[in-house]
């Protein structure tokens, strides 16, 4: 089993940036993959980003990249989303999840486990 806490979210205007934490508790941190997604009222929970083990790989989503980057702290349990030139089509509930294997790792239904999610609201 594995904890899932997000922190970070708030509400910004358009070209500001946020930096999201989700703190991670129970097994080993280093052995999961970790992943970001985001729900928008009424639209399904997306992919953004996603990070392997060691931090050597990621994976962002096309509406993102350039601006959101995904890292992780494993000495400190951690997965950060650092976003930049943020928009008001971003706002969303931010949620990070965790899986144990690399494949489709964009794919939620593979995910394990998730936190409760942080709110992100930008302003136009």
């Known amino acids: 089993q594995v904890q899932l806490v997000e922190s970070g979210g708030g509400l910004v205007q358009a070209g500001g940036s946020l930096r999201l934490s989700c703190a991670a508790s129970?097994?080993?941190?280093?052995?999961?993959?970790m992943g970001w997604f985001r729900q928008a009222p009424g639209k399904e929970r997306e992919f953004v980003a996603a990070?392997?083990?060691?931090?050597?790989?990621?994976y962002s989503a096309d509406s993102v990249k350039g601006r959101f980057t995904i890292s992780r702290d494993n000495a400190k349990n951690t997965v950060y989303l650092q976003m930049n030139s943020l928009k008001p089509e971003d706002t969303a509930v931010y949620s990070c999840?965790?899986?144990?294997?690399?494949?489709?790792?964009?794919?939620?239904?593979?995910?394990?486990?998730w936190g409760q999610g942080t709110q992100v609201t930008i302003s136009s």
């Open positions: 999840a965790a899986k144990s294997y690399w494949r489709d790792y964009a794919t939620r239904a593979t995910y394990n486990y």
């Open positions: 129970g097994r080993t941190f280093s052995s999961y993959v």
């Open positions: 990070i392997n083990w060691s931090g050597g790989s990621t």
